[in-house]
């Protein structure tokens, strides 16, 4: 099987892609990303000497890259993780965001028409169901919560999957969406609640919190959202959304207190900053969709996740030091094009 894999060099897809190319070693793995700020080739350097992987750089909404592409290679599979992923930069700039997570997923989905594709699965968020009170702790997002979003990020996430829905109906193509909660572990840009607070802590910098701090999230290791999408991949039903979550809420406050004292740092550095415009209250998914049609549980909690993802940034200091001072942004340059490995 030939897998196209996009946004395979950001957080979620490079998790996967290494997951992929580990535990699968006869299927190909295509990895196809623009590396915007967010994609980084540094995190790839356990499989870029694989035989089983290639990487292409390459936008999504570019149609006649995308079609010659399919033509060249002709997947079988394509997991689409391409996004711009990030609330806060979506309320300074949604263009960005129509353009690559609703036009990037159509292109995608019309050469899947032209070419044909045994699935198509487009990897979404929580975020499209919108937002959860705090005084209802008992209601949690299912697969039939309506579509309901706040940011320009969450709608252009709820429009692309209205798409591949649309396309699946329309034009048969065998389509599955996955919702998950909110990710951690290695490999997380450090603009993101979690690498931000150890990275800033570390270097006795101070965290900001939005607002009071006790908007919830539903914090869910990358780990187990790879588990879950290759589940998805090879168990899913066609037509299906499959939402994805632990049951880890945690209020912010108490997720940045948490990592403050495992890092041995003082709640002193918290500053309460101007709260995110249009702020979410609570997330919080109900798995049991995934859990009792697919079989499918997560390996960590909260608990264990956060000090085995505390303790990979403390080893991995390089990683996300290049992240903070730039230096990131050459390896492309030093790695592929210097060396002849790729035409600019
Ligand atoms: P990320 O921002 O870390 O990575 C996104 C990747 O996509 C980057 O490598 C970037 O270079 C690439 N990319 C951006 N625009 C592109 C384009 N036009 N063409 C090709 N590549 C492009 O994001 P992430 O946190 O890894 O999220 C991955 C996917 O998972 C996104 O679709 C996001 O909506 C979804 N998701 C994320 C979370 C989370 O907590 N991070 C939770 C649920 C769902
Ligand atoms: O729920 C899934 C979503 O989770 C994904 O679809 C998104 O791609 C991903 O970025 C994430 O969105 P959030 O907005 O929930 O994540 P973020 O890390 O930006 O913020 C988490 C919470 O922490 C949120 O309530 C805002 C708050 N926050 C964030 C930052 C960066 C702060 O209080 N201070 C901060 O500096």
């Known amino acids: 099987?030939?897998?196209l894999v996009t946004g395979g060099a950001g957080f979620i897809g490079a998790n996967f892609v290494e997951y992929m190319v580990n535990k699968y070693p006869e299927d190909e793995i295509i990895n196809l990303d623009a590396l915007t700020y967010a994609g980084n080739l540094e995190t790839l350097k356990n499989v870029e000497d694989k035989p089983n992987y290639k990487f292409i750089k390459g936008d999504i909404a570019d149609?006649?890259?995308?079609?010659?592409?399919?033509?060249?290679?002709?997947?079988?599979?394509?997991?689409?993780?391409?996004?711009?992923?990030?609330?806060?930069?979506?309320?300074?700039?949604?263009?960005?965001?129509?353009?690559?997570?609703?036009?990037?997923?159509?292109?995608?989905?019309?050469?899947?028409?032209?070419?044909?594709?045994?699935?198509y699965h487009q990897v979404s968020t929580d975020e499209v169901y919108g937002d959860l009170p705090l005084d209802r702790p008992d209601?949690?997002?299912?697969?039939?919560?309506?579509?309901?979003?706040?940011?320009?990020?969450?709608?252009?996430?709820?429009?692309?999957?209205?798409?591949?829905?649309?396309?699946?109906?329309?034009?048969?193509?065998?389509?599955?969406?996955?919702?998950?909660?909110?990710?951690?572990?290695?490999?997380?840009?450090?603009?993101?609640?979690i690498p931000l607070i150890i990275s800033r802590a570390l270097n006795d910098e101070t965290i900001p919190v939005y607002g009071t701090g006790e908007n919830v999230r539903d914090w869910l290791h990358v780990y187990d959202h790879c588990v879950a999408i290759d589940m998805i991949l090879r168990q899913g039903k066609e037509g299906e959304v499959y939402n994805i979550g632990g049951h880890n809420e945690r209020t912010n406050l108490e997720v940045v207190k948490t990592v403050l004292r495992a890092l041995n740092?003082?709640?002193s550095l918290i500053t309460y900053v101007t709260d995110r415009k249009g702020h979410d209250m609570r997330y919080a998914i109900d798995p049991t969709k995934m859990e009792t049609e697919l079989g499918w549980k997560p390996v960590y909690t909260f608990d264990t996740g956060i000090p085995q993802t505390?303790?990979?940034?403390?080893?991995?200091?390089?990683?996300?030091?290049?992240?903070?001072?730039?230096?990131?942004?050459?390896?492309?340059?030093?790695?592929?094009?210097?060396?002849?490995?790729?035409?600019?």
């Open 139 to 193: 209601l949690f997002f299912t697969e039939s919560t309506p579509l309901h979003t706040s940011s320009p990020y969450s709608s252009s996430k709820a429009s692309a999957d209205l798409f591949v829905m649309a396309y699946g109906r329309t034009y048969g193509l065998p389509v599955t969406i996955s919702r998950c909660s909110n990710n951690y572990g290695p490999y997380q840009f450090p603009e993101k609640l």
């Open 1 to 3: 099987m030939k897998f």
């Open 63 to 119: 149609r006649e890259f995308i079609f010659d592409l399919f033509e060249k290679e002709k997947p079988d599979v394509v997991v689409n993780f391409a996004a711009e992923s990030h609330v806060d930069r979506s309320i300074e700039d949604p263009e960005i965001f129509v353009k690559t997570n609703v036009m990037g997923t159509t292109t995608l989905l019309d050469a899947c028409v032209k070419y044909g594709i045994k699935r």
């Open 265 to 267: 740092k003082p709640e």
């Open 310 to 344: 505390i303790e990979w940034y403390l080893n991995n200091k390089d990683w996300w030091e290049n992240i903070v001072s730039g230096e990131y942004q050459n390896y492309f340059q030093k790695m592929y094009v210097d060396k002849g490995r790729v035409e600019e």
